[in-house]
Each structure stands twice: as structure tokens, then as C-alpha cells.
């Protein structure tokens, strides 16, 4: 789940995390009294959605403007929100379709010394979380990881102990910190390292993290994903959602018990199984196509489900082809050809269908199929199922 920059720092402050003051607001009359409530001779607008790239990110209906912009007067602060409010920002992460701007932060400005880049994620290979930090800051990681790696410098921590103080002394040195900036460093690092692990985040991301020329390290962004899995920790933490900043399907998915990801393809897959699902896309890639979406019904799925993602799959309007690939164990072979023949009954099938099933009452299944008169092209196996959906949707 991800939140808003506005809510990530309000997370921060209640954590020991230092952040400037702000006020969220929704319409240009609001953005003016906060810059006036702010009582700065500037200020800072910025775009509220959930994506990256916003200071470089344009407006579709106003091309000159940009996702966050310095102001110096509260009639600019309304004049920027009018701007951005109801309107759709376009960022290196969103995509060329953009994202509609909802409500906007108005910061207190400050003096920077120096931007810095900072961020926390999960190291897999390790099992524990890795702190990383760049003089890159206000870059795009991904491109400083790509072709200056040698930029970022990273530092593991033992989730029950934290950040120890010689780690942050080891990246103060390596980012040129020193003086009473390595103290504010200390507590900063230390205070979002804890924040990380005591949310179940998944990705705590800052930037630019800014080193003030009074030689304070302040946060002047916020980027907070935390684990699914996790949230039945946190019942406050659900509150922040903002549904309208999801993709309705992935949400429609999550509703019904299933996981889905929509993707840029036009080949719609349904498998039971993270790992089968991965393996289907890849061979499907491998073979020519492109998958329209990630979408695993789990070992137990229903009937109920698997028609429902049918439904969910059918409604994008670029799936020009449909792939099943269903291995029988808990969720029995019988049990997806019910669903595949009650689909047929409630969505209608207006692109091929290509079924390839294998596992528990499979024979069953495949007998169900052929007697349901739905024009179903089956697959003797992934190989040749990942071949035909390519040469149907292609047609």
C-alpha cells in the first residue's frame, strides 16, 4: 500500500524524522491561507499523487507547469494549485496517461546546503533490510544506479537493533558530512530506520533529503510503501488508502481475494500460482506476445473467483487474447472449467481463449470444456499454449 508525501511525513514527525511544517490543501483558496498560515516569505506547492518524478513531471492541460514549484506570495500558491487541482501530472513514473492531482502540499520553504538521496528497502538475498544513501539527490535512483552505481552507499541493519552509530559515521564520510551535520544524521538515520521496521514498510524512500545550511538534515519528501501483508498490524495505517489513486481492477481484484496487476500487454493471463503466473508471462514474452496483466487465483480459488476474474481480465480493453494455465491441486481442474463455462454464461468470450490444464481432475475438466460447445482452443502444454494465445491475439 502506498500513501501520500503529506501523510509520510506526518508518519515521520510522530517517529523523530525531521520535516518541515505543511499544510494539504484541496482547492486554490486553501493553498493561499496555507501559505499565509506557513507566515514564510516562500513557500513550496507540490502535487499530491502517488508517483515519483513530480518536480519534472508537466501538467497536460497547462504544459508549462511543473508537478512541484517554489512560491512566493499566497496569490502564486493559488495560482499553482489552480493549476495542478483536477488536472493530470505526467512524471517519469506514471506513464504517458497520467495522473489526476486531487489536493496539493504547501511547504514551508528552507535554506539548502546540500541534497542528498536516502532510501530503505528490503535486501532479499540477505534478509534484512538495507539503508541507502547517494549525493545523487533529486536524481532519479534508477539512473544513478545504472550508470553510476559506485554513487550509492548502502549499510545492512539487524531489524531488532537498528542502525549502530559507526554505520552512520561510515556513510556520513562517504557523503561528506561532518561537524554537527554527522549528530542530526545520527538521529535522522537512526529514527527512519526504526520507522521502516516498525511499520512493516516495504519502501521508505526520500528525495531529496537535504542537509540545511545550519546544518540540519530535514526530509523534503516522503515516499512510504508498506507490506500487504502486514496491515493487520496496523489498523491506522489502513485509514491512509487513498483508493482513487489505485487502479480500480486492482482493487476490484483485491476485493474478491485475488492478486492482480495490470500491465501494458494485450494477452490476458490466469493461472493458479505466483511462481506458474511468473513462468507464464516470461514464455509468453519469450514467444512473442506481451502479457496484459499478472493475475494469480491462488491454490484454493472458487468458482465465484475464478468468474470474477474473467471479469476483471475482459475489461481492459487491450486484452486481445485470453491464457489459462491452471495446475489442479486444491483449485481441481473440474473447478476452473465450471468457472470457465459460468463466464462464458455472465462476460461472454469476444477474443480467444486458450486453456492448457493439468493436475487433479483434469481429464474431468477438459471433458467439460468439450462438451460446453465454448470455443475454447486447447493447449497440451505451456510451450504450445504460450505459441497459440500469441498467434490468436496477433490476429
Known amino acids: 500500500m502506498k500513501i501520500h ?55 497536460k492541460e497547462v504544459p508549462t507547469q511543473r508537478g512541484v514549484q517554489l512560491v512566493k506570495s499566497a496569490d502564486e500558491a493559488a495560482t499553482v494549485a489552480r493549476n495542478l487541482l483536477g488536472n493530470t501530472l505526467v512524471t517519469i513514473q506514471t506513464g504517458p496517461e497520467g495522473q489526476t492531482v486531487r489536493q496539493v502540499f504547501v511547504e514551508a520553504g528552507c535554506d539548502i546546503g546540500r541534497e542528498l538521496y536516502l532510501g530503505i528497502v528490503l535486501d532479499r538475498a540477505l534478509s534484512m533490510p538495507v ?36 554505520q552512520v559515521r561510515k556513510l556520513c564520510w562517504k557523503l561528506g558530512i561532518t561537524g554537527a551535520s554527522v549528530r542530526s544524521a545520527e538521529k535522522f538515520m537512526k529514527a527512519i530506520c526504526k520507522l521502516y521496521v516498525d511499520l512493516d514498510c516495504s519502501l521508505a524512500e526520500i528525495n531529496p533529503l537535504v542537509i540545511t545550511k545550519s546544518g540540519e538534515m530535514l526530509a523534503l519528501d516522503a515516499k512510504i510503501t508498506f507490506d500487504d501483508n502486514a496491515l493487520f498490524r496496523h489498523k491506522n495505517l489502513a485509514e491512509l488508502r487513498d483508493l482513487s489513486e489505485e487502479d480500480p481492477a486492482e482493487v476490484r481484484a483485491q476485493n474478491a481475494g485475488l492478486s492482480y496487476v495490470k500491465l501494458d500487454g494485450n494477452i490476458g493471463c490466469l493461472v493458479n500460482g505466483a511462481g506458474l503466473a511468473m513462468s ?33 481480465i475482459l475489461s481492459d480493453a487491450n486484452v486481445k487474447g485470453v491464457l489459462v494455465n491452471i495446475f489442479g491441486g486444491i483449485a481441481r ?24 490444464l493439468e493436475g487433479t481432475e483434469v481429464e474431468e475438466g477438459r471433458k467439460m470444456l468439450a462438451d460446453s460447445g465454448i470455443a475454447v482452443i486447447n493447449a497440451t502444454d505451456l510451450t504450445d499454449a504460450a505459441k497459440k494465445i500469441v498467434a490468436a491475439a496477433g490476429k
Not at 533529486?138 to 537498528?162: M, N
Open 5 to 59: 508525501e503529506f501523510q509520510g511525513k506526518e508518519l515521520f514527525r510522530k517517529a523523530g524524522v525531521a520535516v518541515l511544517e505543511g499544510v494539504v490543501a484541496r482547492t486554490p483558496e486553501e493553498a493561499a491561507d496555507a501559505f499565509k498560515k506557513l507566515g514564510g516569505a516562500i513557500a513550496v506547492v507540490k502535487a499530491q499523487i502517488h508517483a515519483g518524478g513530480r518536480g519534472k513531471g508537466t501538467v
Open 131 to 166: 539503508l541507502m544513501v547517494s549525493t545523487e539527490g533529486g536524481v532519479e535512483i534508477e539512473k544513478v544506479a545504472a550508470e553510476t552505481p559506485e554513487k550509492i552507499h548502502k549499510e545492512h541493519f539487524h531489524p531488532q537493533i537498528g542502525l549502530h552509530s559507526y
Open 280 to 312: 507464464t508471462m516470461d514464455i509468453i514474452q519469450y514467444h512473442g506476445g506481451k502479457p496484459a496483466n499478472f493475475l494469480d487465483v491462488g491454490g484454493g480459488a472458487t468458482a465465484d473467483q475464478v468468474t470474477e476474474a474473467f471479469s476483471i
Open 333 to 356: 481442474c473440474t473447478t476452473i472449467a465450471t468457472a470457465i463455462i459460468e463466464a462464458s454464461k455472465r462476460v461472454g468470450f469476444k477474443v480467444p481463449l486458450v486453456v492448457r
